[in-house]
Nanobody, 122 residues
């Protein structure tokens, strides 16, 4: 079955950087677009970044210019490089496999990982 394992989260100070990884198994990774979402306490899961099968990317306005999504099809992994982190980036970050027609809706993804916590202290 499809499994996604996120890693790379941690506690950092505002202005610092982190790189998240999401390793996928149980699917032909190169055939799927992937996305990163995040969920802060008391809030809904929100779109962060998207990468298509051909490495076309899209970002939420709140992270444009600070976050970069990339993929390594040889290692079945999608990355999220985050720089200039802000307190409001604090959340659990999840990766998902896009199976629906759009890419910014939670409902268009399946096979979520367990998430990785990012905490940014101000």
């Amino acid at each position: 079955q499809v499994q996604l394992v996120e890693s790379g989260g941690g506690v950092v100070q505002a202005g610092e950087s982190l790189r998240l990884s999401c390793r996928a198994s149980g699917l032909t990774f190169s055939a799927y677009a992937m996305g990163w979402f995040r969920q802060a306490p008391g809030k809904e899961r929100e779109f962060v970044a998207f990468v298509s099968q051909s490495a076309i990317t899209d970002y939420a306005d709140s992270v444009k210019g600070r976050f970069t999504i990339s993929r390594d099809n040889d290692n079945n992994t999608v990355y999220l490089q985050m720089i200039s982190l802000k307190h409001e980036d604090t959340a659990v970050y999840y990766c998902g496999v896009r199976t629906g027609p759009k890419w910014i809706r939670f409902e268009d993804y399946e096979h979520w990982g367990q998430g990785t916590q990012v905490t940014v202290s101000s």
